[in-house]
Protein backbone atom coordinates (compact mmCIF):
# COMPACT_ATOMS: atom_id res chain seq x y z
CA UNK A 1 0.00 0.00 0.00
CA UNK A 2 1.34 3.25 -0.28
CA UNK A 3 1.37 6.27 2.22
CA UNK A 4 -2.85 5.33 3.13
CA UNK A 5 -1.86 3.60 6.54
CA UNK A 6 -3.38 -0.47 6.40
CA UNK A 7 -6.01 -0.35 8.68
CA UNK A 8 -5.77 2.37 11.63
CA UNK A 9 -8.16 2.08 13.18
CA UNK A 10 -23.95 31.95 10.98
CA UNK A 11 -21.76 33.97 9.85
CA UNK A 12 -21.94 35.52 6.07
CA UNK A 13 -20.59 33.47 3.33
CA UNK A 14 -16.98 33.74 2.60
CA UNK A 15 -16.20 34.08 -1.06
CA UNK A 16 -14.43 31.82 -3.20
CA UNK A 17 -11.17 32.40 -4.47
CA UNK A 18 -11.02 34.46 -7.97
CA UNK A 19 -8.97 31.66 -9.05
CA UNK A 20 -11.39 28.77 -7.88
CA UNK A 21 -11.51 26.08 -9.99
CA UNK A 22 -15.26 25.02 -11.40
CA UNK A 23 -17.02 24.08 -8.07
CA UNK A 24 -20.11 22.54 -9.54
CA UNK A 25 -19.21 19.24 -11.86
CA UNK A 26 -21.99 18.15 -13.28
CA UNK A 27 -22.73 14.05 -12.68
CA UNK A 28 -24.76 14.49 -15.85
CA UNK A 29 -21.31 15.34 -17.58
CA UNK A 30 -19.87 12.66 -16.40
CA UNK A 31 -18.42 9.70 -18.35
CA UNK A 32 -20.97 6.18 -18.21
CA UNK A 33 -20.17 3.68 -15.43
CA UNK A 34 -20.76 0.52 -16.63
CA UNK A 35 -19.10 -1.46 -13.40
CA UNK A 36 -21.34 -2.17 -10.37
CA UNK A 37 -19.12 -2.77 -7.65
CA UNK A 38 -19.92 -5.73 -5.74
CA UNK A 39 -17.12 -5.97 -3.78
CA UNK A 40 -16.36 -7.35 -0.34
CA UNK A 41 -13.39 -5.95 0.51
CA UNK A 42 -10.84 -6.47 2.24
CA UNK A 43 -15.21 20.48 19.61
CA UNK A 44 -15.26 24.00 19.41
CA UNK A 45 -14.94 25.58 16.48
CA UNK A 46 -11.61 27.18 15.67
CA UNK A 47 -11.37 30.97 14.43
CA UNK A 48 -9.45 30.36 11.27
CA UNK A 49 -8.78 32.81 8.71
CA UNK A 50 -10.23 31.52 5.49
CA UNK A 51 -8.43 29.61 2.33
CA UNK A 52 -5.81 32.06 0.52
CA UNK A 53 -6.69 32.13 -2.91
CA UNK A 54 -5.46 29.07 -4.81
CA UNK A 55 -4.14 29.04 -9.00
CA UNK A 56 -5.08 25.00 -9.27
CA UNK A 57 -2.85 23.74 -12.24
CA UNK A 58 -4.85 22.28 -14.67
CA UNK A 59 -5.75 18.36 -14.16
CA UNK A 60 -2.80 16.19 -15.19
CA UNK A 61 -2.87 14.47 -18.32
CA UNK A 62 -3.89 10.88 -17.49
CA UNK A 63 -1.46 8.63 -16.37
CA UNK A 64 -3.16 5.19 -16.36
CA UNK A 65 -1.42 2.92 -13.73
CA UNK A 66 2.14 4.66 -14.47
CA UNK A 67 4.47 5.15 -12.59
CA UNK A 68 4.36 7.70 -9.27
CA UNK A 69 3.76 10.97 -10.15
CA UNK A 70 6.77 13.30 -8.92
CA UNK A 71 5.05 16.05 -6.57
CA UNK A 72 7.66 18.91 -7.29
CA UNK A 73 7.22 18.12 -11.42
CA UNK A 74 5.23 20.33 -12.98
CA UNK A 75 1.48 19.45 -13.97
CA UNK A 76 0.98 18.78 -17.85
CA UNK A 77 -2.34 20.21 -19.15
CA UNK A 78 -5.80 18.64 -19.99
CA UNK A 79 -9.08 19.09 -20.27
CA UNK A 80 -10.04 20.95 -16.55
CA UNK A 81 -13.64 19.30 -17.08
CA UNK A 82 -12.83 15.78 -16.21
CA UNK A 83 -13.30 15.39 -12.32
CA UNK A 84 -10.66 14.16 -10.18
CA UNK A 85 -12.93 11.68 -8.68
CA UNK A 86 -16.65 10.61 -9.44
CA UNK A 87 -18.64 8.37 -7.09
CA UNK A 88 -22.03 7.54 -8.34
CA UNK A 89 -24.82 5.84 -6.28
CA UNK A 90 -22.55 4.63 -3.56
CA UNK A 91 -24.05 1.76 -1.05
CA UNK A 92 -22.19 0.54 1.80
CA UNK A 93 -23.85 -2.08 3.35
CA UNK A 94 -22.40 -3.69 7.23
CA UNK A 95 -23.50 -6.35 9.33
CA UNK A 96 -24.93 -5.47 13.10
CA UNK A 97 -26.05 -8.39 15.58
CA UNK A 98 -26.59 -10.55 12.33
CA UNK A 99 -28.70 -7.37 10.74
CA UNK A 100 -27.32 -5.60 7.56
CA UNK A 101 -27.97 -2.19 7.19
CA UNK A 102 -27.23 0.91 4.43
CA UNK A 103 -24.33 2.87 6.32
CA UNK A 104 -24.26 4.70 3.09
CA UNK A 105 -26.90 4.73 1.39
CA UNK A 106 -26.92 5.97 -3.16
CA UNK A 107 -24.69 8.98 -2.66
CA UNK A 108 -23.50 10.17 -5.63
CA UNK A 109 -20.82 13.58 -6.04
CA UNK A 110 -17.88 14.49 -8.11
CA UNK A 111 -14.43 16.39 -7.04
CA UNK A 112 -12.88 18.98 -9.56
CA UNK A 113 -9.32 19.04 -10.07
CA UNK A 114 -8.18 21.37 -7.19
CA UNK A 115 -11.52 22.10 -5.56
CA UNK A 116 -12.21 21.28 -1.98
CA UNK A 117 -15.71 19.17 -1.15
CA UNK A 118 -16.86 19.20 2.43
CA UNK A 119 -18.30 16.58 3.85
CA UNK A 120 -20.44 17.01 6.74
CA UNK A 121 -22.63 15.40 9.18
CA UNK A 122 -23.57 13.74 12.91
CA UNK A 123 -21.00 11.06 14.09
CA UNK A 124 -22.49 8.17 12.21
CA UNK A 125 -23.80 9.72 8.95
CA UNK A 126 -21.18 7.79 7.19
CA UNK A 127 -18.72 10.14 6.10
CA UNK A 128 -15.83 8.02 7.24
CA UNK A 129 -17.07 4.66 5.35
CA UNK A 130 -17.62 7.15 1.88
CA UNK A 131 -13.87 8.20 2.55
CA UNK A 132 -12.77 4.68 3.11
CA UNK A 133 -14.77 3.07 0.18
CA UNK A 134 -13.13 5.79 -2.10
CA UNK A 135 -9.64 4.65 -1.11
CA UNK A 136 -10.85 1.20 -1.53
CA UNK A 137 -10.44 0.78 2.28
CA UNK A 138 -13.86 -0.95 3.72
CA UNK A 139 -13.15 -3.46 6.04
CA UNK A 140 -14.21 -7.17 5.07
CA UNK A 141 -17.45 -7.98 5.31
CA UNK A 142 -18.65 -4.91 4.01
CA UNK A 143 -20.44 -4.79 0.58
CA UNK A 144 -20.69 -2.00 -1.79
CA UNK A 145 -22.47 -1.17 -4.57
CA UNK A 146 -22.10 2.15 -6.96
CA UNK A 147 -19.17 3.22 -8.43
CA UNK A 148 -15.87 5.03 -7.58
CA UNK A 149 -13.84 6.24 -10.54
CA UNK A 150 -10.59 7.99 -10.88
CA UNK A 151 -9.77 9.23 -14.11
CA UNK A 152 -13.00 7.61 -15.30
CA UNK A 153 -11.53 4.09 -14.01
CA UNK A 154 -13.78 2.20 -11.56
CA UNK A 155 -11.36 1.58 -9.08
CA UNK A 156 -12.77 -2.07 -7.62
CA UNK A 157 -12.22 -3.43 -11.30
CA UNK A 158 -8.09 -2.76 -10.67
CA UNK A 159 -5.95 -5.62 -9.65
CA UNK A 160 -4.09 -5.29 -6.51
CA UNK A 161 -0.86 -4.25 -8.40
CA UNK A 162 -2.67 -1.16 -10.05
CA UNK A 163 -4.63 -0.15 -6.80
CA UNK A 164 -1.41 0.45 -4.93
CA UNK A 165 0.07 2.32 -8.15
CA UNK A 166 -3.48 4.69 -8.18
CA UNK A 167 -3.25 5.13 -4.32
CA UNK A 168 -0.06 7.34 -4.70
CA UNK A 169 -2.63 9.22 -6.49
CA UNK A 170 -5.38 9.58 -4.04
CA UNK A 171 -4.56 9.35 -0.35
CA UNK A 172 -6.37 9.16 3.06
CA UNK A 173 -5.54 11.33 6.21
CA UNK A 174 -7.15 10.48 9.44
CA UNK A 175 -8.69 12.29 12.31
CA UNK A 176 -6.00 10.22 15.27
CA UNK A 177 -2.77 9.81 13.05
CA UNK A 178 -0.62 8.36 15.75
CA UNK A 179 -2.69 5.23 15.30
CA UNK A 180 -2.08 5.37 11.65
CA UNK A 181 1.67 5.11 12.17
CA UNK A 182 3.88 2.11 13.06
CA UNK A 183 5.13 3.42 16.50
CA UNK A 184 8.51 1.56 15.49
CA UNK A 185 9.28 3.42 12.80
CA UNK A 186 11.36 6.57 12.47
CA UNK A 187 9.26 9.69 11.33
CA UNK A 188 11.33 9.74 8.25
CA UNK A 189 10.61 5.94 7.39
CA UNK A 190 6.89 6.52 7.97
CA UNK A 191 6.87 9.68 5.36
CA UNK A 192 8.72 7.59 3.26
CA UNK A 193 6.31 4.40 3.55
CA UNK A 194 4.30 5.32 0.44
CA UNK A 195 7.60 5.48 -1.30
CA UNK A 196 9.47 2.39 -0.91
CA UNK A 197 6.36 0.51 -1.39
CA UNK A 198 6.48 2.16 -4.89
CA UNK A 199 10.71 1.06 -5.28
CA UNK A 200 11.91 4.48 -6.17
CA UNK A 201 15.54 4.69 -5.39
CA UNK A 202 16.58 5.75 -2.13
CA UNK A 203 18.26 9.09 -3.54
CA UNK A 204 14.75 10.12 -4.97
CA UNK A 205 12.89 8.82 -1.81
CA UNK A 206 14.95 11.34 0.71
CA UNK A 207 14.43 13.81 -1.99
CA UNK A 208 10.78 13.52 -1.79
CA UNK A 209 10.99 12.75 2.33
CA UNK A 210 12.53 16.39 2.56
CA UNK A 211 10.30 18.01 0.39
CA UNK A 212 7.02 16.56 2.13
CA UNK A 213 8.07 17.29 5.30
CA UNK A 214 9.60 21.02 4.21
CA UNK A 215 5.67 21.38 2.57
CA UNK A 216 4.46 20.74 6.47
CA UNK A 217 6.69 23.39 8.25
CA UNK A 218 9.61 20.66 9.35
CA UNK A 219 12.99 20.11 8.58
CA UNK A 220 14.41 16.32 7.53
CA UNK A 221 17.23 17.49 10.61
CA UNK A 222 14.47 18.09 12.78
CA UNK A 223 12.74 14.85 13.11
CA UNK A 224 16.04 12.49 12.22
CA UNK A 225 16.01 9.77 14.00
CA UNK A 226 12.66 11.13 16.48
CA UNK A 227 10.01 8.35 16.64
CA UNK A 228 5.81 9.77 16.79
CA UNK A 229 5.29 9.89 20.15
CA UNK A 230 7.97 12.61 20.37
CA UNK A 231 6.19 14.74 18.59
CA UNK A 232 2.85 16.76 19.63
CA UNK A 233 -0.84 16.12 18.03
CA UNK A 234 -0.55 18.96 15.66
CA UNK A 235 3.24 18.12 14.82
CA UNK A 236 1.57 14.01 14.26
CA UNK A 237 -1.21 15.69 11.78
CA UNK A 238 1.75 17.02 10.01
CA UNK A 239 3.73 14.32 9.56
CA UNK A 240 0.83 12.17 8.37
CA UNK A 241 -0.19 14.99 5.73
CA UNK A 242 3.55 14.83 4.87
CA UNK A 243 3.55 10.99 4.35
CA UNK A 244 0.41 11.68 1.95
CA UNK A 245 2.16 14.25 0.18
CA UNK A 246 5.36 12.23 -0.73
CA UNK A 247 3.49 10.27 -3.23
CA UNK A 248 2.40 13.15 -5.14
CA UNK A 249 -1.22 12.71 -4.41
CA UNK A 250 -3.84 14.57 -6.82
CA UNK A 251 -6.87 14.07 -3.78
CA UNK A 252 -6.81 13.37 -0.49
CA UNK A 253 -9.49 12.50 1.89
CA UNK A 254 -8.96 14.23 4.88
CA UNK A 255 -10.89 12.73 8.12
CA UNK A 256 -11.86 15.27 10.68
CA UNK A 257 -8.00 15.95 10.67
CA UNK A 258 -8.36 18.50 13.45
CA UNK A 259 -10.94 16.83 15.48
CA UNK A 260 -8.83 15.72 18.23
CA UNK A 261 -6.50 18.78 18.05
CA UNK A 262 -6.59 22.31 20.41
CA UNK A 263 -8.15 25.22 18.73
CA UNK A 264 -5.27 26.92 18.25
CA UNK A 265 -3.56 23.92 16.42
CA UNK A 266 -6.86 23.23 14.63
CA UNK A 267 -6.27 26.68 12.94
CA UNK A 268 -2.65 25.92 12.12
CA UNK A 269 -3.52 22.75 10.25
CA UNK A 270 -6.37 24.08 8.32
CA UNK A 271 -4.23 27.16 7.12
CA UNK A 272 -1.35 24.35 6.29
CA UNK A 273 -3.44 22.09 4.29
CA UNK A 274 -4.93 25.52 2.04
CA UNK A 275 -1.47 26.33 1.30
CA UNK A 276 -0.75 22.77 0.11
CA UNK A 277 -4.09 22.71 -1.52
CA UNK A 278 -3.02 26.08 -3.46
CA UNK A 279 0.59 24.98 -4.01
CA UNK A 280 -0.01 21.69 -5.40
CA UNK A 281 -3.36 22.28 -7.14
CA UNK A 282 -4.65 19.42 -4.88
CA UNK A 283 -8.31 18.02 -4.55
CA UNK A 284 -9.52 17.74 -1.03
CA UNK A 285 -12.51 15.79 0.72
CA UNK A 286 -12.58 17.70 4.06
CA UNK A 287 -14.68 15.34 6.08
CA UNK A 288 -16.25 17.43 9.48
CA UNK A 289 -18.98 16.85 12.19
CA UNK A 290 -18.66 20.76 12.33
CA UNK A 291 -19.84 23.16 9.62
CA UNK A 292 -18.17 25.88 10.70
CA UNK A 293 -14.97 24.26 10.22
CA UNK A 294 -15.63 23.10 6.87
CA UNK A 295 -16.82 26.62 6.00
CA UNK A 296 -13.78 27.69 6.04
CA UNK A 297 -11.71 25.36 3.77
CA UNK A 298 -14.63 24.16 1.09
CA UNK A 299 -16.08 25.37 -1.99
CA UNK A 300 -18.36 23.30 -1.98
CA UNK A 301 -20.25 21.75 0.80
CA UNK A 302 -22.51 18.19 0.64
CA UNK A 303 -24.72 17.69 4.16
CA UNK A 304 -25.05 13.79 5.13
CA UNK A 305 -27.92 12.22 7.02
CA UNK A 306 -27.95 8.80 7.46
CA UNK A 307 -25.93 7.73 5.11
CA UNK A 308 -27.39 10.10 1.90
CA UNK A 309 -26.74 13.78 0.89
CA UNK A 310 -29.91 16.22 1.83
CA UNK A 311 -28.21 18.82 0.64
CA UNK A 312 -25.08 19.97 -1.41
CA UNK A 313 -23.84 23.30 -3.29
CA UNK A 314 -21.46 25.95 -3.20
CA UNK A 315 -20.36 26.86 0.07
CA UNK A 316 -22.03 30.43 -0.84
CA UNK A 317 -25.55 29.06 -0.95
CA UNK A 318 -25.74 27.18 1.02
CA UNK A 319 -24.55 29.18 4.18
CA UNK A 320 -26.16 31.87 2.64
CA UNK A 321 -29.55 30.70 2.49
CA UNK A 322 -29.41 26.57 3.83
CA UNK A 323 -32.92 25.07 2.49
CA UNK A 324 -32.52 21.58 4.24
CA UNK A 325 -33.72 21.38 7.54
CA UNK A 326 -31.05 19.35 8.66
CA UNK A 327 -28.48 21.63 7.76
CA UNK A 328 -30.37 24.60 9.30
CA UNK A 329 -29.74 22.51 12.53
CA UNK A 330 -26.23 22.08 12.09
CA UNK A 331 -25.54 25.62 11.56
CA UNK A 332 -27.90 26.41 14.60
CA UNK A 333 -25.39 24.12 16.60
CA UNK A 334 -22.52 26.53 15.31
CA UNK A 335 -22.20 29.17 18.74
CA UNK A 336 -22.86 32.83 17.37
CA UNK A 337 -22.12 35.87 19.55
CA UNK A 338 -25.49 36.85 18.93
CA UNK A 339 -28.53 34.18 19.98
CA UNK A 340 -30.94 36.44 17.80
CA UNK A 341 -29.33 35.80 14.79
CA UNK A 342 -29.68 31.74 15.02
CA UNK A 343 -31.59 30.78 11.59
CA UNK A 344 -34.31 28.44 13.51
CA UNK A 345 -34.96 27.77 17.03
CA UNK A 346 -32.45 25.90 19.26
CA UNK A 347 -34.45 23.38 20.56
CA UNK A 348 -33.00 20.05 18.52
CA UNK A 349 -35.57 17.51 18.49
CA UNK A 350 -34.93 13.64 19.16
CA UNK A 351 -32.13 11.48 18.58
CA UNK A 352 -30.61 9.94 15.09
CA UNK A 353 -32.98 6.97 14.14
CA UNK A 354 -31.42 3.67 14.34
CA UNK A 355 -29.91 2.74 10.94
CA UNK A 356 -31.54 -0.84 11.23
CA UNK A 357 -35.08 1.14 10.96
CA UNK A 358 -34.80 4.25 8.96
CA UNK A 359 -38.33 5.95 9.22
CA UNK A 360 -40.40 5.50 6.32
CA UNK A 361 -40.08 8.32 3.49
CA UNK A 362 -37.56 11.19 4.33
CA UNK A 363 -35.18 10.04 7.15
CA UNK A 364 -35.43 13.21 8.88
CA UNK A 365 -38.94 13.73 9.72
CA UNK A 366 -39.07 12.78 12.79
CA UNK A 367 -36.66 15.48 13.83
CA UNK A 368 -37.62 18.00 11.23
CA UNK A 369 -39.73 21.26 12.83
CA UNK A 370 -41.50 21.15 8.79
CA UNK A 371 -42.92 17.56 8.73
CA UNK A 372 -45.80 16.66 7.15
CA UNK A 373 -48.18 13.72 6.06
CA UNK A 374 -46.16 13.75 2.83
CA UNK A 375 -42.66 13.34 4.53
CA UNK A 376 -43.98 9.71 5.95
CA UNK A 377 -44.97 9.27 2.57
CA UNK A 378 -42.21 9.41 -0.44
CA UNK A 379 -38.50 9.55 0.30
CA UNK A 380 -37.62 13.41 -1.35
CA UNK A 381 -34.85 13.52 -3.78
CA UNK A 382 -32.79 16.10 -4.31
CA UNK A 383 -33.53 18.63 -6.61
CA UNK A 384 -32.12 21.87 -7.54
CA UNK A 385 -33.47 25.19 -5.75
CA UNK A 386 -33.73 28.61 -6.18
CA UNK A 387 -30.28 29.43 -3.98
CA UNK A 388 -28.45 27.51 -6.65
CA UNK A 389 -27.96 23.93 -4.46
CA UNK A 390 -29.67 20.91 -4.55
CA UNK A 391 -31.98 19.37 -1.61
CA UNK A 392 -33.57 16.25 -0.96
CA UNK A 393 -36.78 17.79 1.00
CA UNK A 394 -40.20 18.21 0.17
CA UNK A 395 -40.54 21.42 2.11
CA UNK A 396 -37.44 23.18 1.92
CA UNK A 397 -36.77 26.51 3.33
CA UNK A 398 -36.07 28.29 0.08
CA UNK A 399 -40.14 27.54 -1.09
CA UNK A 400 -42.91 28.45 0.83
CA UNK A 401 -43.28 27.26 4.06
CA UNK A 402 -45.69 24.18 4.36
CA UNK A 403 -49.52 25.01 4.64
CA UNK A 404 -48.97 28.84 3.54
CA UNK A 405 -51.40 30.33 0.57
N1 LIG B 1 -16.92 -1.94 10.25
C1 LIG B 1 -18.17 -1.63 10.62
N2 LIG B 1 -19.07 -2.60 10.94
C2 LIG B 1 -20.35 -2.30 11.29
N3 LIG B 1 -20.83 -1.06 11.34
C3 LIG B 1 -19.98 -0.04 11.04
C4 LIG B 1 -18.61 -0.27 10.67
N4 LIG B 1 -18.03 0.93 10.42
C5 LIG B 1 -18.98 1.87 10.63
N5 LIG B 1 -20.15 1.29 10.99
C6 LIG B 1 -21.42 1.96 11.25
O1 LIG B 1 -21.77 2.65 10.06
C7 LIG B 1 -22.36 3.90 10.35
C8 LIG B 1 -21.54 5.00 9.70
O2 LIG B 1 -20.27 5.05 10.34
P1 LIG B 1 -19.17 6.11 9.95
O3 LIG B 1 -18.97 6.09 8.48
O4 LIG B 1 -17.99 5.84 10.80
O5 LIG B 1 -19.86 7.49 10.36
P2 LIG B 1 -19.19 8.93 10.62
O6 LIG B 1 -17.82 8.91 10.07
O7 LIG B 1 -20.10 9.88 9.90
O8 LIG B 1 -19.24 9.12 12.10
C9 LIG B 1 -22.42 3.98 11.88
O9 LIG B 1 -23.69 3.55 12.29
C10 LIG B 1 -21.33 3.02 12.32
O10 LIG B 1 -21.62 2.50 13.60
S1 LIG C 1 -38.99 16.17 3.51
FE1 LIG C 1 -40.33 16.79 5.18
S2 LIG C 1 -39.47 15.80 7.00
FE2 LIG C 1 -37.91 15.73 5.40
S3 LIG C 1 -36.67 17.50 5.76
FE3 LIG C 1 -38.19 18.10 4.26
S4 LIG C 1 -39.90 18.97 5.45
FE4 LIG C 1 -38.58 17.83 6.89
MG1 LIG D 1 -16.00 9.31 11.07
Redesign the pocket.
Same mark, same amino acid.
Given at each position: MSGVPAQPQARSPAPLPASAPPVATPLAAMPPVATSLAATTAAPSPTTSPLPASSPAAWPASAGDAPMPDPSAPAPSASPAQPVLLVRDLTVR???GGRRFN?VDGVSFAVAPGETLGLV /?E *?? *? /?????GRAILQLL?QG *?TVEGAVLHEGVALNTLSAAALRARRARLQMIFQDPVSSFNPRRAVEEIVAEGLAIQGLPRAERTRRVEAALADVGMSREAVRGRRPHQFSGGQCQRIAIARALAVGPELIVCDEPVASLDVSVQAQVINLLGDIRARRALALIFISHDLAVVRNVSDRVAV?YLGRIVEIGTNDALYARPAHPYTRMLLDAVPVPDASRRLVPAAVPAEMPS?LAPPSGCRFRTRCPRAQSLCAEAEPQLRPVPAGQQVACHFPHDEPAPGAA
Open positions: FERA /G *SG *S /GKTTIP *SLR
